[in-house]
């Protein structure tokens, strides 16, 4: 095993702290300077959120085309490249991704030529540290003023997405694979250019998120996770448990239920006194959720009967609020950071091994089923009853498509944050029994590293899609520790047909 992994591993046969220990600990790293203050007594009191705000400069001489330049054989892109044209256009598509993300984009339609509009520019982005900074450069000349520009904002502790708009820019730019920077060099890639701007969207949300932590805690306090700012009230059990004897079953509840059995391939063994408990626990956390004016919410859900929550987990994580089993803080962290990033939501699980076949299972009984996104192809999932305990509260078993591209994620919190990072393929779901473990299985081919034994962690999420890449590029440009444990970096090969 890598020396970058240690220090991460989980007990599962593979060495390391005990599960309880664990859980315990990241909670205790996870929250920092946790006062007996009384919950109301917020640090984002209103709940005002502000938007992220994202300054954009183009870099390139203001004229039409080059072809006025008078040493414009050196112009490159050429001398027929319309530059504000271009720049309409991106501007365009920047208004769309503004709306899309709900953020601020500052546009300044005059684009950055001068030595003196560089200055203007660095004075700007010292005064206001934007939340990010966007370059994008038209015209090759243009490179010194770009790292200038970038100079000044990595003194500012501002990140930049750094966008080449030029299908040919000669030179070497491995200089731009570095902390603090995404650089992009690419042909009208405004796919990677909103993810960009995603990144630094999802970090000003995640400093202005509230989580709860439901706990066996006497009374309300809160604290805030070190890197990222998120706030967490730790609220007592009491406060859930007297919010389920309060709902009752009405239109509204009844509808509910009536929509999670319709979806259903089957319904194995739940009664309806269970399915009615699913539907308290749910709408209780939903008061929970508004009388705290927060974003989502992890509790110590395992022994509590009919009051438990898988059901509810699944719908809220489907709707991307962020919810996480067994009050483990950290993994709460990676689901809300994986479904601001990528849309999805996550897949909180156990792990264990198949050593024969070189394979990981993942598996857990809060999977939800919109795997692919609010908006995506549902997968298909039976409800039965809860698998380790006998008293016949409802759990949801999901079946993942075979084939599916998958991302595995485990945000580690405390004085350097870390980042572990997999990719994978879903070989298929298994029925349970007799594979065991808890209510959703499902196999993944670990793609990424040469024994799947390598997997390290606890309360892993797994996403679907083949987006490793983009975890890692938020990883750079936050500069978080990227762990990556047994993972060895390497060129793809290219076969002869495509040479």
Request: net charge positive.
């Amino acid at each position: 095993m890598s020396g970058q992994g240690k220090g991460l591993e989980y007990g599962c046969g593979c060495g390391g702290i005990g599960r309880r220990e664990f859980l315990a600990a990241a909670g205790l790293i996870a929250v920092r300077s946790l006062s007996a203050n009384a919950a109301e007594k917020s640090t984002l009191v209103g709940r005002r959120k502000e938007r992220a705000t994202v300054r954009v400069a183009f870099l390139y001489p203001p004229s039409k085309t080059f072809a006025d330049d008078p040493d414009g054989w050196w112009s490159w892109p050429g001398n027929e490249f319309d530059a504000e044209g271009r720049q309409k256009r991106y501007t365009a598509e920047l208004r769309k991704i503004e709306k899309k993300l709900g953020m601020k984009v500052e546009v300044e339609d005059e684009p950055i030529a001068t030595d003196e509009q560089v200055g203007r520019l660095k004075r700007e982005i010292e005064a206001k540290r934007h939340d990010g900074l966007l370059l994008v450069m038209f015209y090759n000349r243009s490179l010194g003023h770009a790292d200038a520009v970038l100079k000044a904002a990595e003194e500012a502790g501002v990140p930049v997405v750094f966008y080449v708009a030029l299908g040919v820019k000669h030179g070497r730019v491995d200089m731009y694979r570095r902390e603090g920077l995404y650089f992009i060099q690419s042909l009208d890639n405004f796919e990677m250019i909103e993810y960009g701007l995603r990144m630094i969207n999802a970090k000003k949300r995640m400093s202005q998120a509230r989580l709860l932590s439901i706990t066996e805690a006497r009374e309300p306090r809160e604290g805030a996770e070190k890197f990222f700012g998120t706030t967490v009230r730790v609220i007592p059990f009491r406060q859930y448990a007297d919010a389920f004897g309060e709902i009752k079953m009405d239109k509204t509840t009844r509808n509910w239920v009536k929509r999670i059995k319709d979806k259903a391939i089957e319904i194995r063994g739940v009664t309806d006194e269970a399915l009615e408990n699913a539907a308290r626990a749910h709408f209780a956390l939903l008061r929970l959720l508004e009388r705290h004016e927060a974003d989502g919410l992890t509790m110590n859900c395992l022994r509590r009967g009919m009051l438990k929550p898988c059901v509810s987990f699944s719908v809220l994580n489907n709707r991307l609020i962020p919810a996480a089993c067994e009050n483990d803080l950290p993994a709460m962290y990676t689901q809300l950071l994986g479904q601001l990033l990528l849309g999805r939501p996550g897949f909180q699980h156990n792990p264990c091994y198949e050593t024969e076949l070189n394979r990981y299972y993942a598996s857990h009984c809060t999977c939800a089923t919109q795997l692919h996104g609010p908006d995506g192809q549902a997968c298909r999932y039976l409800l039965r009853r809860f698998a380790h305990s006998n008293e016949g509260s409802c759990a949801i078993q999901v079946f993942w498509n075979p084939g599916d591209a998958v991302t595995m994620v485990r945000y580690y919190p405390g004085k350097e944050p870390a980042l572990d990072v997999y990719a994978g393929r879903v070989v298929k779901s298994h029925p349970m029994p007799p594979v065991a473990g808890c209510t959703t299985n499902v196999e993944i081919d670990i793609t990424d590293r040469a024994d799947a034994c390598m997997v390290r962690g606890h309360h892993n999420l797994l996403f679907c899609g083949d987006e490793a890449r983009k975890f890692r590029l938020f990883a750079q440009l936050y500069g978080i520790r990227l762990a990556e444990t047994g993972y060895t970096h390497s060129l793809p090969v290219i076969p002869d047909k495509d040479l």
